[in-house]
């Protein structure tokens, strides 16, 4: 067995997606990227039972996760994000799901070397074979650096595609920023977008947290996101 | 329906997406009659749904219910209408089909209207229908034969030929992907094949423990028993999962000794040597040693090029030699990853209209590549060697000819041939400026002594899990 790894910070995803709608529609892609037919590919893939999707923290692993759940529709998929579920038996949470189409895990890195998990998902990915299911998995981390003690479900991790999500380059996350500013219904002039991305560290997880602090400010204090109120709210 | 899609929309302004995606909606719904049936998958999301929401369920019916509010129940299992987004899979590799099965009842309530057994099914009783649940598409056809697994291919054959004759059971053991399953499959597929009637069951040893309980539970075990003893083969996947299971192991034990006494085949396959699974009755694990024990190694070179080459052709993809052998020796450590990095190279030629080359797969490959070099440098070898047999670097590199000291040296020498792509040369320079030969001779040695010792194969295997995982 190896140690357990420390918690990740993908917690921060669950507000993140508070009120998001995750769909392959809205999904933003780098230039040139296959990403997503890959991704749709492996739902007609004649043999292949698990895909493994991993990049670092806002890197759009949840949105695809959760938009490919939406896509095989809500009665043969199911989605789970396993960092929330660590604590309870795997047996019970991971017992018949091999009944759905698609089964989506998420956060992958928060049970790997828990003994109990990985036997549990090791033995799920039996049943998925038999049964015709299909595995997507989420990771922050490759197979190989997840910390999996169990060579049996390594071995099927890697037994897939495993794709590596890249971040996204400034314009693909300006595009992403608009979206989920739309969704909080805060209008961002592209001024105001530009002073964001001239201020803020430009990773998704920053910009995101950003975005909430605005939102939560502008509604407290009723104001609209403009470059002095964020230079106010920011001390930028 | 149109309760519960009302409800639904009022939960999801309130609920946050990822909980309400997790929780709700994958929950089924089937309304009739006043009443309002919830199906999860399982009986977690059941308690979990049960617990946290449905309280504010009841709520929120109450309020948009004209009139009387309709009953909830919540049920495990599914409703008779099936998703027709679902995608489906095509029968290339025929994956077994669902049992058909006799339904558990639920706790919660009547379900009859529940169609299709998920999750809570149970496969006792004399109308246990039997399914072999073998893989077409695992046949010695398939199965690419090389050094590291012709004796376990021909003692495979020998099985397949005489079934329930002198090697029983056939025990296969080996580290993980490396075709126990594949060549498990392939006897029972050419028993079918010479005798479509032949009972050949397969199933992985959780299936089996699952059953056992399901059986326990319903007073069916002699129905449990009477249908294990009654087929012709028996194979079972990964037996070291019954370590620790007192109860399955009595189980199986008796089923073996019937089995045998009967003439029937069994296969098993496991991750180690039959003496050395912890945890496990000394009584099974002498048993195991009875028929035929056969090791399973890890492919060398040609034969994972020509796996590669089987693969991209059964992918009905063009794969050139070069790359396959540009592939196959960028990743050594078992088939299964191999297979998972075919299947990126293919998926982006796929999408982007290009020849897979070697210049194509390194760009594919990049992220797994990289992961790869750095675990196998000469320095990395020696370190792990010196470490693993306690003596220093320093001595792996120095002049000294001790026993002691040549075989740990040889060893590292060995693994550098096998899991980097330095010249003879430049791993003898390495390891403290010896002759090319001396590497050549070293590399003969291990491989001899291999075969001939198991104290060596066993510190080889052990390396190679250290070095490549």
């Not at chain 1, 920053?206 to 400010?217: H, I, S």
């Not at chain 2, 056992?212 to 539970?217: E, I, N, P």
Request: charged share 25%; glycine share 6%; net charge neutral.
């Amino acid at each position: 067995m190896t140690t357990q790894p420390p918690f990740q910070a993908s917690q921060l995803t669950l507000p993140l997606y508070a009120r998001s709608r995750c769909r392959l529609e809205n999904y933003v892609l780098n230039p040139g990227s296959t990403l997503l037919d890959t991704v749709k590919g492996f739902l007609t893939a004649p043999s292949d039972t698990g895909l493994y999707l991993h990049g670092s923290v806002g890197t759009g692993k949840t949105h695809l996760l959760l938009a490919m759940a939406h896509r095989v529709g809500p009665a043969s998929s199911i989605y789970l994000n396993v960092s929330e579920l660590r604590d309870v038996p795997a047996d019970s949470v991971l017992e018949g799901l091999e009944g759905k189409s698609l089964i989506c895990l998420d956060d992958l890195q928060a049970i790997a070397g828990q003994e109990q998990w990985e036997t549990a998902l090791f033995h799920l990915y039996n049943r998925c074979q038999l049964s015709g299911a299909r595995l997507l998995f989420g990771a922050t981390e490759p197979p190989s650096r997840l910390g999996v003690a169990l060579p049996d479900l390594l071995s099927r991790l890697n037994w897939g595609v495993v794709l590596k999500l890249d971040e996204l380059g400034d314009e693909q996350k300006k595009r992403v920023m608009l979206r989920r500013a739309d969704e909080r219904g805060i209008a961002l002039s592209n001024e105001v977008l530009q002073y964001l991305f001239s201020r803020s560290q430009r990773d998704m997880t920053t910009l995101v947290t950003v975005l909430d602090q605005l939102d939560q400010e502008s509604l407290t204090e009723k104001r609209h996101v403009t470059i002095p109120f964020i230079k106010k709210i920011m001390k930028w | 329906m149109e309760t519960w899609h009302q409800c639904l929309e009022l939960l999801q302004d309130e609920i946050p997406a990822q909980q309400f995606n997790t929780w709700l909606r994958p929950l089924q719904v089937q309304e009739k009659e006043g009443t309002i049936a919830l199906f999860a998958p399982n009986r977690f999301v059941l308690d979990w749904v049960n617990e946290k929401y449905l309280s504010r369920i009841m709520e929120i019916l109450s309020q948009i219910s004209e009139g009387t509010v309709p009953k909830v129940t919540l049920k495990i299992g599914s409703v008779a209408k099936v998703d027709s987004s679902t995608p489906k899979k095509s029968a290339v590799t025929e994956p077994a089909k669902k049992r058909d099965l006799p339904i558990e009842k639920s706790d919660e309530g009547d379900s009859d209207f529940i169609e299709r057994p998920s999750g809570r099914e149970v496969r006792v009783e004399g109308a246990m229908k039997h399914e072999s649940a073998l893989n077409s598409s695992f046949t010695f056809e398939t199965f690419v034969e090389g050094k590291s697994n012709q004796l376990a291919r021909a003692a495979a054959m020998q099985v397949a030929n005489n079934a329930g004759g002198a090697y029983n059971p056939l025990f296969l053991y080996g580290g993980v992907g490396l075709g126990k399953t594949h060549l498990m499959h392939a006897v029972g597929n050419a028993i079918v094949s010479k005798n479509p009637a032949a009972k050949v069951v397969y199933l992985h040893s959780e299936r089996f423990v699952a059953d056992m309980v399901k059986a326990l539970q319903l007073n069916a075990i002699n129905d449990f028993k009477r249908f294990y003893r009654s087929v012709d083969a028996l194979l079972i996947d990964d037996i070291q999962f019954f370590a620790r299971k007192e109860r399955s192991q009595e189980e199986f034990f008796h089923t073996f000794n019937a089995l045998l006494e009967g003439g029937q085949q069994m296969i098993l396959t496991c991750d180690r040597y039959p003496k050395e699974i912890d945890h496990m009755e000394e009584r099974l694990k002498s048993r195991f040693g009875w028929g035929l024990t056969v090791m399973v190694e890890p492919p060398e070179l040609e034969t994972r090029v020509a796996i590669l080459m089987k693969k991209a052709e059964q992918a009905k993809v063009n794969l050139s030699h070069e790359s396959a052998f540009f592939i196959a020796q960028k990743i050594r450590s078992n088939v299964r990853e191999l297979e998972g990095a075919l299947k990126l190279v293919i998926a982006n030629a796929h999408f982007t209209g290009q020849e897979i080359n070697p210049a194509f797969i390194r760009e594919c490959l990049k992220d797994l590549l990289a992961l790869h070099d750095k675990q196998v440098s000469i320095d990395n070898i020696q370190r792990t060697v010196a470490e693993y047999y306690k003596i220093r670097v320093s001595d792996l590199l120095s002049k000294r000819r001790t026993r002691s000291i040549t075989r740990p040296r040889q060893m590292g020498m060995a693994l550098a041939k096998e899991l980097t792509n330095h010249s003879l040369p430049e791993i003898g320079e390495a390891f403290g400026g010896r002759d090319h030969t001396t590497v050549l001779h070293a590399c003969k040695v291990v491989f001899g002594l291999k075969q001939s010792d198991p104290t060596i194969r066993d510190d080889y295997q052990n390396f190679m899990k250290i070095l490549t995982t």
